[in-house]
């Protein structure tokens, strides 16, 4: 058990749909992450956050947003939600002065 | 642009036999290198980093991984397998000047058989 935690485990949901993921990283993690990872894309790194800041941005959609609350909590938006999305969505979170991190066991999403 | 590859989809190796996981990254500058290991329906555990400092680095559960900055390579060895090793095997570079943004290869599936 990393200490990230994530929910929901599994997400069912139509197309055009919008959907929120939550994120929890460890006790004192103050960095965020989020990762999409599907079959044919792999693992991508979505977005980070660092201390309620965006810090670092990849190939994540416009139809997509996050946010890091002062709580340290995360959670990732989904809008207008295509076939495509389906995927795995990983949380990670890593300590300040670490380079490695810790990863959620993640949210399990289905767009039908 | 940073990238990672790993050139073996699948690994197979008889138990108690040496095993290496091949990576090759393209990084400008000092690349931050990293493995991670997935089993079935969970998330990545971290196995161990290179940030610099000596070649070989020793991770978690008896694993190593060799940096060559000339073959641009870090492999993943561990001199005796076991059939609990079997997962799936991630890569990762962090590029200077990239937060924290990993690049993950494609993956490299190992099958440790008895």
Known sequence: ?112 | AQSVAQPEDQVNVAEGNPLTVKCTYSVSGNPYLFWYVQYPNRGLQFLLKYITGDNLVKGSYGFEAEFNKSQTSFHLKKPSALVSDSALYFCAVRGPNQGGKLIFGQGTELSVKP
């Open chain 1, 1 to 112: 058990d990393s200490g990230v935690t994530q929910t929901p485990k599994h997400l069912i949901t139509a197309t055009g749909q919008r959907v929120t993921l939550r994120c929890s990283p460890r006790s004192g993690d103050l960095s965020v992450y989020w990762y999409q990872q599907s079959l044919d894309q792999g693992l991508q790194f979505l977005i980070q956050y660092y201390n309620g800041e965006e810090r670092a941005k990849g190939n994540i959609l416009e139809r997509f947003s996050a946010q890091q609350f002062p709580d340290l909590h995360s959670e990732l938006n989904l809008s207008s939600l295509e076939l495509g999305d389906s995927a795995l969505y990983f949380c990670a979170s890593s300590p300040r002065y670490r380079d490695e991190q810790f990863f959620g066991p993640g949210t399990r999403l289905t767009v039908l």
